[in-house]
């Protein structure tokens, strides 16, 4: 089996640059603020790593983990392991040393390869194993792991459907990690998205902020620009500062972040008076967290242009729905239609389909879904049937086949018997002026759940809770609004910005304890 990109048949992820190679070799395809690479000389940094990998003992079916930020020798890493039909286990190298041992352990990795000259997490973790330091043409400096002997490699094939390009992990900061094993096959689907839905060109400069250890970051950002010509600038870590030089100095066309890197791009832009509706962007996109209607509205004000939305999962490598670019834009929140070729529905608690409109559990299918849970062949078996994936979000689709994401099924808070969905009251909150972002969770009272909100204010900001309370309750049904409303100066997030909900709840169980522990009885 071969998948079609733009035509052309391909079987694994490091052939979307060859067209280009051939077409464009001097074309610029990546860069980030210390290196750069044309077409022509990624080709030659992924064949030279490649060659390396093999001396360092990489095997076809091998792991190999790479403890990183976002740079060009991610990408040129990526490629390298794809030639030799090993797995890209790519990870944030800002995690703890525990997290990066889970994984190395988990996914019984060859080698751990780290990069040191954007993160010095990354220097931190060699340094602690003892990795040696090495210096590979066109691709930089890197530390390499200890060879781990006793690995087993999986075993290889030749259809791009059934071998793993890439394994991404969805948790593993408490309980057992999970391992989303990404084929070939549904990495170059989602190239082809991004050529066909997002209408990425080489006359395209994306701005890559989106970390590569994360599914949009590594399949849509990284590949998606390449397989399409385009090029794409990296950068580490996101700053609003270093966004706006993007967009108003260096050209960028293409930038899709997650809504807090649009909240604080407009906080940003206020503080210091910049203009950034002088861009050059054509195509601005929010992904990996909720959108409020009045976040899209503000910025899209502010930058004269349209947010649009989409929705996925590191499961469906990750796009499910997005909204299409210049045929319809929405004024609303809906993360737009399926992208063609992926079907979906939505599934009431007895397992049948809902009514158009109605809340149901979201389910997908098509050639986005992963290959599965590495290890773990009961979990696999739970999310996946008869070719259908369990997403465990709820959603609606309108009358116009635009899907509605309302939240995380286990995220429902069920309050006297009445549904609340966290991002209802998110959204009410989100439009208090000063407001950042805010996270909505449920707390258990008594047979009960009660709604408890923590909110993050603009710097300097000072929020009115009281205030805020009556704000909310202008809008919102009684049963929906928050018992308690808590300020605080930033909420836990993820390095790619989204809002980590299960520390707040961790959290807030620690705040439930002290006020017990302080007033007693009360």
């Known amino acids: 089996m071969t998948v079609l990109l733009n035509g052309r048949p391909l079987r694994r ?36 790593a490649a060659q390396r990998l093999g001396e360092l ?69 060699a340094r602690r194993v003892g990795a040696k330091e090495e210096f590979w043409p066109l691709t930089g400096r890197l530390n390499i792991g200890p060879l781990n002997g006793p690995a087993v490699a999986e075993q290889t094939h030749t ?7 890439v394994m991404i992990y969805t948790s593993g900061t408490s309980g ?50 390449l397989a399409c010509g385009s090029k794409l600038f990296i950068e580490s870590r996101y700053s609003a500062e270093a966004l706006a030089d993007a967009i108003l100095k260096r050209g960028a066309t293409v930038f899709v972040g997650v809504p807090a890197m649009f909240s604080k791009l407009l906080e940003w832009s206020r503080a210091n008076g910049v203009d950034i509706s002088r861009h050059q962007l054509r195509s601005v996109g929010a992904a990996g967290s909720p959108l409020t209607p009045e976040l899209k509205a503000q910025i899209e004000a502010a930058m004269q242009t349209t947010l649009q939305n989409s929705y996925g999962l590191t499961e ?65 078996a739970e999310s996946i049937q008869d070719g259908w994936f369990n997403t465990r979000d709820l959603a609606r689709q309108g009358e116009d086949g635009g ?12 309050r006297s018997g009445f549904n609340v969905f966290p991002v209802e009251v998110e959204q009410a909150i989100n439009s208090y002026p000063g407001v950042v972002q805010s996270a909505v969770i449920g707390r258990p009272a008594e047979g009960n759940e009660q709604v408890i909100a923590y909110v993050e204010p603009e710097a300097n900001v000072y929020v009115d809770t009281d205030d805020l309370d009556r704000w909310v309750r202008q809008q919102l049904a009684p049963y929906k609004v928050p018992a308690e409303i808590h300020v605080i100066e930033k909420l836990p997030a993820a390095p790619t910005g989204k809002v980590l909900k299960g520390n707040l709840r961790e959290l807030d169980v620690l705040r439930s304890a002290e006020r017990r522990a302080t007033h007693p009885g009360g």
């Open 13 to 48: 992820i490091h052939n979307v640059i060859d067209p280009w190679v051939s077409a464009s070799p001097d074309a610029p395809a990546l860069l980030d603020r210390t290196a750069s690479l044309t077409y022509r000389q990624l080709h030659e940094a992924v064949e030279g």
């Open 57 to 125: 003992g990489v095997r076809p079916g091998d792991r190999v983990l790479v403890v990183c930020e976002n740079c060009v020798a991610v990408g040129v890493l990526l490629l390298a392991l794809s030639r030799l039909d090993a797995w890209a286990v790519v990870v944030n190298a800002r995690l703890s040393p525990r997290e990066i041992d889970t994984f190395a352990e988990h996914s019984g990795a060859r080698r751990v390869i780290y990069t040191p000259d954007v993160s010095l997490e990354a220097g931190a973790h």
């Open 159 to 165: 259809d791009p459907a059934e071998q793993v390009a």
């Open 176 to 225: 057992s990690p999970k391992g989303v094993m990404l084929t070939h096959s549904n990495l170059l689907f989602i190239s082809e998205v991004a050529r066909s839905v997002r209408l990425l060109s080489p006359q395209d400069t994306v701005y890559g902020v989106l970390p590569m250890a994360h599914v949009v970051g590594l399949s849509s950002q990284l590949l998606g620009a």
């Open 316 to 380: 469906t490598s990750p796009t499910i729905c997005q909204t299409l670019l210049l045929s319809a834009p929405r004024n609303d929140c809906s993360v737009g239609p399926p992208v063609p070729g992926v079907e979906v529905r939505m599934m009431g608690s007895d397992g049948r389909d809902v009514a158009r409109g109605e809340v149901g559990e979201l389910w997908v299918r098509g050639p986005n879904v992963m290959k599965g849970y590495y290890r773990a062949s009961d979990l696999t």
């Open 403 to 414: 899907v509605f994401i309302m939240g995380r099924t286990r995220e429902l808070i069920i």
